[in-house]
């Protein structure tokens, strides 16, 4: 009998790329361009195609130039990621532009955050060929599909095109995206972006491990999520945790969520079974103040579990020390007593509570704004001391209020360029004065090395 000997075909290659953000200068950590490896994940499941990765924030536009060399040719696609503002959508021009000046450029389709609110302003950019709206998992693989031959473009979930003077849309795409599953890591290289982070351990990673949230908070981004949630399941995620820390000798995860606690029920199993396990973990997370109510209210020993599985920080927006700002301009659901009882349970499970405020929404007098910082005085004294971070009120586009700073003077970047540089952390309204900004950045104390405290770091 006779065996054929098979060569290794190779496979059309989808390149994703993660333009860099320009962060705080004095910013020191990595992020994982989890954006990238949830869309990788279907299309590498798929079988049809190979993924590459560049990250723009670990490598430069040489590395991009040199990278273009030796991908292209294979390549059916170039997907790029931007979100508005920290100058990634400059970035990403840059880079496309790069690409395009070669004979052998494949069709180039920008997803993320800013195509999620202003699809049809990017869609016309004479450097973008088309944009998937909503979450890339549902509408990539359906577009690799088109362009292998096997689809048309009108099949595609949250496609936009330009067509014959016109602008071609796909059906809608749902923004839930089901359980998510486990990243294709081997796509980067993840020792880079292990991190000492002094407020959880030396060796940390960070992890997203859901997506939407189901909160009404008038200014979020959020929101275009239309308060559907999706999440890994509490047993998978812990094995994927777990698998990181044995490859690459982690201590310590910090969850990216938009709020980790949604599912309470979830965030418990979570913390559980880290303890079974006996990973020695350290970790952090963001949640919203009715998380912890809803546990209270459902006898649940929320924050007991949290301090216990060794959770050594939560990031929680408080966003106002006012009622009527909380209820009739945030929608935050929470009441300014509720919310600084919460941030002392929490003190008092001996964790740290990192907390956020904005000031400068449309519409807030003077005497709201002392409210938040009487507000952030009285935190200020619980033990462990909790960071507080204030942030300017920025107008993004897709959200509620952006419509009401509309209506307050705010004028808009009306070009893909000046959405590059819109920044929250400075001033984008005309009402938000040079003594506001200030005020702002002295209330903002971050700990950047153990038992200190400093201005201008991220939460
Ligand atoms: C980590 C993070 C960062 C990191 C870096 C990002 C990185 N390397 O991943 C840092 C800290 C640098 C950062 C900075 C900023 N961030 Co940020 N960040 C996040 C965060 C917490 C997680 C991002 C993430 O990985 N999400 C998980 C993945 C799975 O979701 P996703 O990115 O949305 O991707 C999905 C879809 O959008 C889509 N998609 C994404 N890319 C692509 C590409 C293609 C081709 C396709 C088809 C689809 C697609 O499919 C993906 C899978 O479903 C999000 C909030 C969140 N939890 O999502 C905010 C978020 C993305 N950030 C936001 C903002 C605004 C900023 C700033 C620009 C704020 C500012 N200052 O103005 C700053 C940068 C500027 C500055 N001067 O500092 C907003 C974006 C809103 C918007 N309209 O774009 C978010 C949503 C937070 C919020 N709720 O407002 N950020």
Redesign the pocket.
Known sequence: MTTLLRLPTRRPLVI?A?PR????KDYL?H??????L??AKPLLDGGLVDVVIFDG?QRGPADWARFLDDHLERAICI???I????A?IRHALAMVGEAKRRVHCPPV?????????LAEQTARHELVDMV?V????N??PPLVEVLLGRRTYEDVPGLMMRRDGRLLHGPVNPPK?GNMGRYPWHLLNVAEYIRDDPTIAPRTL?Y?SS?GCVYKCQF???LTYQRKYSAMEAGGLVDDVADLAAAYDINGIKF???DFFVNVRRAVEFCDELMARKLGLAWAASINPNDVLRARRQKMDLLGRIADSRCRRLLMGIESGADRVLRDIVRKEITRDEAYDVASDIAAHGILGCYTFIVGFPGETDDEVEQTYALIDAISRLEPRPETRVHLF?P???TPLFDDALRYGFEPPDTLEGWAD????DSQTPWTSKETVARAQANTRLVKRPGLSAVGS?A
């Open positions: 994703l993660y953000v320009e962060h705080e950590y992020w994982m361009p989890f954006s990238l949830t869309i924030n997907g790029v990621s979100m508005t503002g920290g990634q389709v920008f997803g993320g955050p800013h195509v999620n609110v998937l909503g979450p890339g998992q509408s990539m995206t960070n997203v997506q979020c981004y959020e990216y969520d938009a920025g993004f586009p897709g819109f920044d929250y952390y991220n």
